[in-house]
């Protein structure tokens, strides 16, 4: 007899051809399911974490046609691409797209108050003046009232 070593040493073996009848065979038997069920999370594991490694590629690939459909939406409706695709890859939120609608935004509101200032009613301009004078008028009974009780106690210089 000769040692199993030396034959496989010695012999080679003609490569296992697997068929899709075969490879179904092995799938349904339900004592090999177990062996290549527990290796499914490891497998669905390593490949999320090597994706977001390498830039996302593959969830590139599968958003590609959405990409692709707005950046058709956007020509059709005549709006630049520059609103429709981050300038910067590593970027999740366009930055420079949400600070031109916050300063949009804040224009429009100074528009806005600038506005109504400009064509207040009589009554209105009335009220802010009134309000005016009492706060002014506030602050000098508050001095008054400061300066009498320094008085009152002697600390005044």
């Given at each position: 007899?000769?040692p ?35 290796y ?22 599968a ?30 939120v366009?930055t ?36 005016e ?11 008054l ?13």
């Open positions: 007899k000769i199993r070593q030396q034959i496989n040493q010695h012999h080679v073996f003609p490569p296992t051809v697997v068929t899709a009848d075969s490879f179904f065979a092995i799938a349904s038997d339900p004592s090999s399911s177990s062996n290549w069920r527990q499914v999370p490891l497998i669905v594991s390593v490949a999320v974490i090597a994706d977001i490694l390498l830039g996302s590629p593959i969830a590139n690939l958003l590609k046609p959405v990409r692709d459909a707005k950046m058709a939406a956007a020509d059709n409706t005549g709006q630049s691409k520059k609103s429709v695709v981050n300038k910067n890859k590593n970027e999740r366009d420079e797209a949400i600070a031109r609608e916050t300063l949009q935004q804040a224009r429009a509101s100074m528009e806005l108050r600038a506005y109504l200032e400009n064509n207040k009613t009589p009554e209105q301009q009335y009220d802010d003046i009134r309000r004078m009492d706060a002014n008028m506030r602050k000098v009974d508050e001095t009232a400061e300066r009498q009780k320094k008085l009152d106690t002697g600390d005044y210089k």
